[in-house]
């Protein structure tokens, strides 16, 4: 009887399962190997990496930028591949393009430059130290960290982002005793705090923690970017995609087929291991009522996913459940929603929306407290912990904001009427006072007067395919629980048990790298080096 070659089955074609996929294709005789096969429930692949347009602009509605170029896999890529040009404008094409940044209050007020870099430069030292950064420049963080250490013993074990950057606020509002009037509405220490806030959801943004008491300090220290600048890619992020997708075979990925459970075998199970295919250890069903056979099957899906389906019952996609460890590890770690909304700005701005010579400024959003008696009631919720809106670049008409968390939610609940005119009513009030704002030709100066023609919205939340954006270290679990999800099944060596059938791959199982495409693709290229491993010591 001729031997069936073992089967490989990849659930995801995101960048951490294609580059499995990649590299085990590309491998010396690898079709006499094994089998190869990439199922997708969705319509498209990339995962979370989502290149786009929006009114002629090429924009990202996930993944974005490349963190860091030197060493950077992703980078080398798009570099091959020439995708760092392109004749079509794209989203940041010009850099973050900090230097134009502009901070408003709510009420109008634009704050001095050397006002807000004094409060940044404390509280990005404060991040600093977070990620191991001791050669401190900041005399008054520097006193902080003095004082936060003597009190504390040192660092406690389940302090949280949050708590650190608020406490060293109350020690940077006590330090400074002046707290006079600057503004109407607005005494030095209120705006000291809002602009604080502002900073803080700015790293509710880049974290995907919604709320920073949920975001563990000590595991700061150990995620590492790439050296080098932060860019994005001309061509799109999906080029990258497109090049590991490229050398696949048609018919290899398989669209459409949305994985409802996988059985596998653990411990007695193996023992009495029959089925109609042979004896392959792992069963996949399907949505539509088929299921598929495999030895080995590299899961990819979210941290998202996985919280939803470690249950016990018939909803739980694993079947027998996850071992305790690991389903602890995924309860534990965190899994964060961050969602761009882009806005087209109404035709009839282009003459008289200005800002001292530039278009629509890169505007940080300084908010009142939300109990504030005097924060300006028709400014909604959802948009209260937002900290930017600029355009995508210098003169485009398209602008972009973020959200996070709870807001992120409730914004991909609400219509596109809704949301425009929330955004408008919002940017309106913060833009009315502004004495060099232009905003001539308008009849009516108290009504909404920045308008929208058309929006699209990011939907990571409630997308049932990822439930959210990316991973975080929550406190309670640490590096340990990014290792423990990256664990294969079945733990260890069971006798007459097959090894390595369920194994794991994603950005949330990168101890170091997690939350970014560099670490989701590097994860798939360790599991697919695992597979290629074990196949040299085995009989295959």
Known sequence: MVSQ???????????AGLAAANKLYTTHNSNELFELCVVEGGNRIGGRIFTSEFCGDKIEIGATWIHGIEGNPIYKIAKETNSFESD????????????????ITEDGHEINSSFVNTISSFFNEMLDFSSGERNLENEVCRDFLEKFNLENGGIEK????????????????????????????????????????????????YSAAGDLSTLDFNAESEYCDFPGDEI????????????????????????????????????????????????????????????????HVIVTVSLGVLKQRIRVDDFGLFSPPLPKFKNEAISRLGFGVVDKL??????????????????????????????????????????????????????????????AGEEAIEMETLDDEEIMDGVSTTISQFLANSKH??????????????????????????????????SYIAVG?????????????????????????VLF?????????????????????READRLLEHFQHVDV
């Open 342 to 403: 882009f806005l087209q700005l109404s035709p009839n701005h282009d003459e008289n929306v200005g800002y001292d010579g530039m278009n629509f400024p890169h505007m940080q959003l300084v908010f009142h407290k939300p109990d504030a008696k005097v924060s300006q009631p028709k400014i909604p919720s959802w948009i209260r912990k937002t900290a930017l809106l600029h355009p995508i670049y210098p003169k485009s008409s398209v602008l972009l904001s973020w959200f």
């Open 232 to 295: 994005v890619i001309a061509k799109g992020y999906s080029k990258v995609i497109e090049y590991l997708a490229s050398v696949l075979p048609a018919g290899l990925i398989q669209l459409g087929r949305k994985v409802a459970k996988i059985e596998w075998q653990s411990g007695d199970s193996c023992l009495n291991l029959k089925n109609e295919d042979s004896t392959k250890p792992v069963k996949l069903h399907f949505g539509d009522g088929s299921v598929m056979y495999a030895d």
């Open 5 to 15: 070659k073992p089967k490989i089955v990849i659930i995801g074609a995101g960048i």
């Open 158 to 205: 389940n302090l949280s982002i949050g708590s650190f950057l608020r406490e060293g606020l109350d020690f940077y509002l006590r330090k400074d005793q002046e707290n006079v009037e600057v503004f109407e509405n607005w005494s030095k220490k209120s705006l000291e705090e809002g602009v604080f806030s502002m900073l803080e959801n700015k790293h509710r943004h």
């Open 477 to 501: 679990s640490s590096g340990d629980d990014l290792d423990a999800l990256a664990e294969p099944l079945p733990k260890g060596n069971l006798q007459n048990c097959p090894q390595l059938q």
């Open 88 to 103: 079509q404008p794209w989203e940041c094409m010009e850099g973050k393009c900090m230097d134009k940044k502009v901070t």
């Open 505 to 525: 791959a994603g950005e949330a199982t990168s101890r170091t790298q997690y939350s970014t495409t560099h670490g989701a693709y590097l994860t798939g290229l």
């Open 437 to 470: 704002f232009k905003k001539s030709n308008f009849a009516d100066e108290s009504e909404s007067f920045i308008k929208f023609t058309k929006i699209l919205k990011c939907k990571w939340g409630t997308d049932p395919l990822f439930l959210g954006s990316y």
